[in-house]
């Protein structure tokens, strides 16, 4: 069963827009979260985190704000740019192991 | 520079034949995981270790086994290729409970069976 989703399978925003794009899991003992980043052909690269004792993590133009009630995370891009176009992972653990969960994934695309 | 490098970025192989994807990290990472990645999938774990001669089954081993005699590398091997094992292969590595930055990922290798 699928412990990450992400219901969106892909997002298409214009330049200089707010791009969100979302997660929900089910596990509530999950209390750190990451979002990847995947361009075509190469591997995920790590993005952004957020622990559970947070509910906002910034970092330049990304944050991750944490719903722990709703079991909700999102990823926040501003301005959104067409080098952001590509597809995001968030994942989730839980502190008694460093296994990470990931989702499905959602295809940004960002149009100039 | 911090790797995990994949020995092929694309593979193209018959079905019924054995299928070796290597992976070699230079962090000195004890943990290494093997994904697979199929659109509306996500990343989807096949088998991971901790350690050297250590293996652990994950959500979807069958059909493959792995080895990892050496801390730096860890090998996925298909025993059968199947034409339904045409995917993405990712691997990837981190310390333990190293959950700061998640996993490093190599740059996968894109295997088609015929």
């Known amino acids: 069963d699928q412990q990450v989703k992400q219901n969106s399978p892909s997002l298409s925003v214009q330049e200089g827009r707010i791009s969100i794009l979302n997660c929900d899991y089910t596990?509530?003992?999950?209390?750190?979260f990451l979002w990847y980043k995947k361009y075509p052909a190469e591997g995920p690269t790590f993005l952004i985190s957020i622990s559970s004792i947070k509910d906002k993590n910034e970092d330049g133009r990304f944050t991750v704000f944490l719903n722990k009630s709703a079991k909700h995370l999102s990823l926040h891009i501003v301005p959104s740019q067409p080098g952001d176009s590509a597809v995001y992972f968030c994942?989730?653990?839980?502190?008694?192991?460093?296994?990470?969960?990931f989702g499905t994934g959602t295809s940004l695309t960002v149009i100039p | 520079d911090v790797k995990v490098t994949q020995s092929s970025r694309y593979l193209v192989k018959r079905t019924g034949e054995k299928v070796f994807l290597e992976c070699v990290q230079d962090m000195d990472h004890e943990n290494m995981f093997w994904y697979r990645q199929d659109p509306g999938l996500g990343l989807r774990l096949i088998y991971f270790?901790?350690?050297?001669?250590?293996?652990e089954k994950g959500d979807i081993p069958e059909g493959y086994s792995v080895s990892r005699e050496k801390k730096e590398r860890f090998s996925l091997i298909l025993e059968s290729a199947s034409t339904n094992q045409t995917s993405m292969y990712l691997c990837a590595s981190s310390f333990p409970r190293g959950r700061v930055y998640g996993y490093t990922f190599g740059s996968g290798t894109r295997l088609t069976v015929v």
């Open positions: 596990n509530s003992m999950f209390d750190y």
């Open positions: 994942a989730a653990s839980a502190n008694t192991g460093n296994q990470f969960y």
């Open positions: 270790s901790y350690d050297v001669k250590m293996k």
